[in-house]
Each structure stands twice: as C-alpha cells, then as structure tokens.
C-alpha cells in the first residue's frame, strides 16, 4: 500500500488540562482534603491525560505534546524536573519516596505548609496564567529528577502514540527564577552552566525512550534581550545541539516576535523553531524573509491565535502559510501558544445563541481548525472546501451581526473630543474644592472596596442563580450586608468608607453581565493558577450600559452614614486584560467604547451624591506588552480611556484609583497622566519602595500606598503599620498621602480583617500626633 508522506503536520503545544468537567480541580482539591489517597490523584490524572490524547489523535493531529500535563503549573514541575527545591520545603516534606511524599513537597511549595511559605507567584508573561517563581541563589544544586516526562511520554507510547515531549528551555527557565536572598552580583542566569548538562542528559534519556523530537519553550526570548543573553542562547543550543543521542530539537515561541533572537535561533543547530504568527507576532514573517528564512529547518507555524477564542479567517491562515513555505524547510501548522489559555469546547455552551457559537472557536475548535490548514496546506483548498465555505459564512455573519456594530455606539465614540479626556480644572483646583466638601484629616484612611465575601453571600448569590431566593430577597441580604459593612468601618474610625462590593461575583464579570457586547458562557474556564480557573466574560460586539449598575447599592450605602462611601467601578483597561476581547477592531477602541459606557455610570454616581469615585485598574502594568516598542502605544489608550471614563465629573468629585498585582516602577509617567486626584498602590511587599518611585517622578497628585499586605491572613502589628507609614512620610509629602491596604479584602476573614484596621486606623492615629 502506497502512502502519501505529509510534507506538513498538524500540532500544538498544550491542551486545556482539567478535564470537561474540571475533574483536575476536584481530584486534585479532594486529595489535599485528605478525602482520597495519592494513587487516586494520580490515576484520575493519568485518565485524563490519556482521554486528552485520544480527543488529539481523533482530532487528526498528527503529532502530540507530552508532558503539558501539571498538577499545578508547568514551571514548577520543571523546578521539580532539575531538583530545584527550597530547603524549607525539604525540611517541611522530608520524605519524597513515596508517590504521597513527593506530591506533597511539590504542593508544599505550591501552596506552602505552617511553617514553609509558598513559591511565589506571578503572570505568565502577559497572560492570565500565574506560575511558580523559582528559587535558584548561587549555591542551588541540582539533581535531574525525570519521571514526569519519561511516563507521560511512555504511557501515550503505550497507546501508539510517539509524543513530543514539551518542557520550559533552560534560558526561560532562569529568566522567570528568582535569588530570594538577592545576592550582589548573581543572577539566576549565572547558573545556566549547571543546568545545561542536566537538559542534555534529558535528552539522551528521552531519545533513549523513543523520542524523535523534543519541544523546549523559550517564550523569555520574546521579550527585548541584551546581547550578552542572546550570546548564552547561543551557546546554549550549541552545546544541547552537540549531543549525539538526542531527539531532534524544536525551540519554541509564542507572545511576541522574536526579534533579534530569531537570527540566533536561525544560525543555531537546532532542527525546528516554532514561530508565532498572530497579533503582535505576525511581524516574524518579515523577520523570518529578513534573515533569509530557515531553509534547513523544520518551522512550526502558529498561524491559529491560541489566546483568542474567535474563529479563525482560514483564508488568511493559509495565505501566511502558503508564504511560510518558502522560507523554511518545512511547514507545520499550529496554535500560536498553549492551548492552555482558552476554554475547552464551544459545543458546551448550550445557552449560546447558535450564530453566535458559530463565531468562536474554543480549544476543541482549534484543533479542527490547525488540522484543516494542513489539509489545505498539503492537498490544496479545493480539499477542504467545505470547511473553508462554513468558515466563510461564519466570518460573514459576525461582521454583519448588529450585536457587533451598534451605530449609535459607534457615533458617540467618533464624537469624542480631547475636552472629554480631561478634567474642567488641573489638580491644584480640584484639590481645593474637594477639601472644601469632603473635610477629611490628614493621612485619610480607607480601603480598596470589597469587604470578606463569606459563605452567606455565596450561598444568597447561589439561591438567587436557582430561584429559590427573588430580586427583592436577594436585594435585601445585600442592603443588610451593607449595613453591617458600613457599621463595622465606622465602628473601627475609617474615614472613608466603601459599600463592600458584596453584590459581585467577580469585578469583571459584575459588569460584564451588565453590559450589552458582552457575553458569559456556562464552561468556559481557565486555569489561573493550581486549581484555580476563571470563566472570562467574551467581549463579542460594541459596548453600551442600558442602565446604571451600581448606582443603588452605592446611594444605598450613602444613605446608612454621614461619612464618605466610595463609587467603585472597574476600569476599562481591566475589564478588557481580564475577558476576552474582539479581534475585529484595535483593543483601544474597544476600550473607548467600555470607557463611555463608564463615564455614564461614573456621572449617574455623582448625580446620586457620591463625592468619591473609585475606578480600579489593577491590570493597567500587567497588560503592558512584551516588547519595550510596542509600550508607548499601548499606554495611550490604557491612559486616555480611564481619563475617558473619570474625567466628566466636577471639580469637587474625588476620583480615585487602585493598581495591584505588579510594580510600578515602570509606568509611573501612565499614572501621572491618568490624573486621578487619589492612587492605591499595593506596596506592602515591597517595603513601600514605590513612594519613593512616585516623588521622584515628579507624580504630583495624592497617593495610598498599600500597608497590608492583604495575600496572606497575617495580622501586621500596629508598629509594623507606622513603620510603613513613617517610610512613606519620609519619601513623599504627607498632606497628600492615604493610608490603605494593598488591595480588596474580599479574599480575607472577618477576624484579620477587624484586627489589621483597627491597627491601621492606631498606626495612622500615632503618625497624625507625631508625623
Ligand atoms: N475594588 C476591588 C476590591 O476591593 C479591587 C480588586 C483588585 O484590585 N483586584 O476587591
Ligand atoms: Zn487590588
């Protein structure tokens, strides 16, 4: 029997790994209960790994990842691959002989035990994915510990199937690693000597296994890399290159271009390279033309955006494609990145309108979409024909949809004018007025806006979803929370005082729900990080808010006290960084559209007597894209659609503003422009490093840096709270300084969280008697 050899193949580098029905959450949640034992967890994962592999082979994809699998998250596992772990974890799980013992240690420094704090955690470039940071000083020793890869590579072996085994490269792997002890003079880089040998030997061993290609992730390289960086990538690749039993090398990216890595990826003597060829990225095809193109190598395209959740334009993949093929030695078709980042299967969302469904492509999508590009590729259009003429009337269909442009939103965002991004009068006038209605004291304490969401607003919400609880009901416990949230903060002498946010979910989704354009789905989850996944809004057409959404709760919490209660609302930036978002038009003008919609709701605020107006922005640093060019760009619009939504309000309306998750260090010119009269800041952790950061720029407005570190139950002490506050005294003007937590406390108890005000509140009294 004669075959046709296929000049390209279809793949991807990762799949969703929890499972339809997010069974990874639950085994993984029910063994740390102690309510199953570790062969449990470890056969419901080994199910789940093999149902993937076959949903991947059914799919058609002709070459299958291994070991995109985690218990957790992948750059922990790779901690755990070359034995780098804190002696505090080994101290806290001495014996990891066991199947039982080694979970253990991984989780301990997962999510820390009694005595042995967590690794900590931070963004996955710039996606919604947290992962592990790992601990490397110049004394870490490493150990290869290859299990992991070496089963999940012979188990779908067993099952026929020679997978690509897919691990983080030694160069991003030390990049996202951190010193703990910050070192003088080291970086984690300095160890990639050490690490190196132990890659090859991976290698060997999986060659030895049966491995014909492996896949090592370098997406560190998409973002701006000095040369003597690229030098060690050289060198790198070189060395790992040199092995003489080895599988054959693909080196992968995604995000970004890679710029001035691809010419060193190009000229090293790795076999493949994997490129992403959406968004921001598409700029590696002329880089690609540039360097000549790879023509002794095999090229790994991502033409299929693994981040967004829309259809593709197959068209317009297969032109990239057609391009591609004469630039490289060969051509496969892929995702841009991970499937990781987008929910599982479209099919799954039965109350989605069915047009609608037929617009979006989910992971399961995906997959039918990289295998009918290499169809396209290989045999011509004319052999998917039909596929290409659905995907056709779908794109068509979305274009035309009136759900996605709305003229009358459209109008209002074309007549939007620089007045509108401006307040009346600078900040010196404002500041003023607000003084003359507002009368607060020096070092004015507050918080961030959510109180602790306790069990009996989860379960109101939950009776509410099933009808068992009405609107009236429901609305009631709500006022009663309220009230007691307002009652608390007066009792504890906050000056100004939030409604405790107890109405929402989630601060994006709270307003998603609410607003025409977007859209919620029933299964569209995502790992965040560990066991924890979120379910995205999808922005699918043009924003507009048909009535206020929160104008009663916050008039309502207005009315229980003669105090100061704060609007809150959630930003434009942050309501587009945590859902996902159109790609038929730029993201800035999206934002504008969301901006509007705000502005209305921050001007029905006003009306409705609130004189502080808190618009959060927690994701504006963590959206800043990879390249250090693309930067200004993107801070435009961040900047001007905050100002878009704040700026309509009078002289005497306070807007305040809350960033989180990130430093600051970076963008301070952004918060200088976004003028907001009042900035929350996280900063606890950092030893209030950024007060110093905003004096020196010159950030002339006021400023509460965050004094409690609210990620952990701990209860800072009243000295410890002064402290901080006599750092920041000492760095920035006190007349225009808060006093705050880091962020929201709705992820605290109510114990800690009366404890820390009340010592916040003492601290604060003893610096107004004493500055
Ligand atoms: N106002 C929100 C809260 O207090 C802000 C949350 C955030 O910054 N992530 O929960
Ligand atoms: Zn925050």
Redesign the pocket.
């Known amino acids: 029997m004669t075959q046709t050899i296929p000049t390209s193949r279809a793949t991807v580098y990762g799949y969703p790994r929890q499972g339809a029905q997010r069974e990874l959450k639950k085994a993984i949640e029910s063994y740390w209960s102690g309510r199953s034992d570790a062969d449990a967890l470890l056969s419901a994962a080994r199910d789940l790994r093999l149902r993937n592999l076959v949903e991947l082979r059914e799919a058609g994809v002709d070459e299958i990842p291994s070991n995109y699998f985690s218990f957790y998250d992948h750059v922990l596992d790779t901690a755990c691959l070359l034995g780098a772990v804190p002696e505090r974890h080994l101290a806290a799980v001495p014996d990891a002989t066991t199947p039982a013992g080694e979970l253990d240690r991984y989780f301990a420094m997962a999510r820390g035990t009694a005595d042995a704090p967590p690794l900590e955690m931070t963004k996955w470039f710039d996606t919604n994915y947290h992962y592990l940071v790992p601990e490397l000083g110049p004394d870490t020793r490493f150990a290869l510990n290859l299990a992991k890869p070496l089963t999940e590579f012979a188990e779908a072996l067993d099952q026929g199937v020679t997978t690509r085994p897919v691990l983080v490269g030694p160069v991003t792997f030390l990049l996202l690693a951190k010193d703990p002890t910050g070192t003088e003079g080291f970086r984690p880089l300095d160890l990639l000597d050490r690490i190196v040998p132990l890659y090859a030997d991976l290698l060997r061993q999986l060659r030895e296994a049966g491995a014909e290609w492996v896949q090592l992730d370098e997406p560190a390289l998409v973002t701006d890399q000095p040369a003597d960086v690229l030098a060690k990538v050289a060198e790198t690749y070189e060395t790992l290159a040199a092995g003489e039993i080895r599988p054959k090398i693909l080196v992968a990216s995604y995000f970004d271009r890679l710029g001035e890595a691809l010419p060193v990826l190009a000229s090293s003597p790795v076999e493949g390279l994997a490129l992403d060829f959406t968004n921001n990225a598409a700029a590696n095809l002329d880089d690609l033309a540039a360097a000549g193109g790879i023509e002794n190598k095999r090229l790994v395209a991502g033409v299929v955006n693994g981040r967004n959740i829309w259809a593709a334009d197959l068209p317009a993949a297969l032109g990239t494609l057609g391009t591609l093929l004469g630039l490289a030695g060969s051509v496969d078709v892929a995702a841009s990145c991970s499937l990781l980042h987008v929910p599982l299967d479209v099919t799954l969302e039965t109350g989605l309108d069915p047009e609608i469904a037929g617009w979006l492509s989910f992971a399961r999508q995906k997959l039918d979409e990289i295998v009918a590009l290499r169809r396209g590729l290989t045999e011509g259009r004319a052999a998917i024909g039909n596929v290409l003429h659905i995907n056709e009337s779908r794109l068509a269909s979305r274009a035309a949809s009136p759900i996605v442009r709305v003229p009358a939103v459209r109008e209002r965002v074309a007549g939007v004018t620089d007045a509108d991004l401006h307040r009346a009068s600078p900040y010196g006038k404002r500041r003023q007025a607000q003084q003359d209605r507002i009368h607060l004291p020096q070092l004015p304490t507050t918080?961030?806006?959510?109180f602790p969401q306790t069990q009996e607003l989860r379960k109101a919400r939950a009776a509410l979803r099933k009808g068992e609880l009405d609107q009236e009901a429901y609305a009631e416990a709500m006022r009663a929370e309220i009230r007691a949230v307002i009652a608390e903060q007066e009792r504890i002498g906050l000056d100004v005082l939030v409604h405790g946010?107890p109405e929402r979910n989630d601060?994006v989704q709270y307003f998603g729900e609410q607003l025409t354009g977007f859209l919620a789905t029933q299964h569209g989850w995502v790992q965040s990080y560990g066991t924890r996944y979120v379910r995205p809004p999808l922005i699918v057409g043009d924003v507009a808010r048909p009535e206020p959404m929160t104008v009663e709760w916050s008039a309502y919490a207005q009315s229980q006290t003669e105090r100061p209660v704060k609007g809150?609302l959630t930003g434009p930036v942050t309501m587009l960084a945590w859902s996902f978002v159109r790609d038929d038009q730029p993201e800035g003008d999206t934002a504008r559209q969301v901006a509007l919609a705000l502005r209305d709701e921050v001007l029905d605020l006003e009306r409705a007597g609130i004189s502080i107006i808190?618009v959060?922005e927690?994701a504006l640093r963590e959206t800043l894209p990879l390249r250090t060019g693309e930067r200004a760009a993107y801070l435009d619009w961040a900047v001007a659609s905050f100002q878009l939504s704040t700026s309509g309000v009078r002289d005497d309306t306070q807007v305040h503003t809350?960033?989180?998750?990130a430093e600051f260090g970076d963008v301070l010119q952004a918060i200088i422009d976004m003028d907001a009269d009042v900035i929350s800041l996280e900063a606890a952790r950092s030893n209030m490093a950024i007060v110093a950061g905003l004096a020196e720029a010159g950030y002339p407005n006021e400023a509460g840096p965050g004094v409690w570190d609210i990620h952990s139950p701990r209860v800072p002490s009243v000295e410890e709270i002064a402290g901080h506050l006599r750092t920041a005294v000492a760095a920035f003007p006190a007349e225009r300084l808060w006093v705050n937590p880091d962020?929201?406390?709705?992820t605290r108890g109510y114990p800690e969280v009366r404890a820390t005000l009340a010592n916040l509140v003492e601290a604060t009294g003893r610096l107004r008697a004493r500055p």
């Not at 962020?743 to 709705?746: E, I, S």
Request: aromatic share 6%.
């Open positions: 918080t961030i806006g959510s946010e601060m809150m808190q959060d927690p809350h960033m989180c998750y962020c929201g406390l709705k």
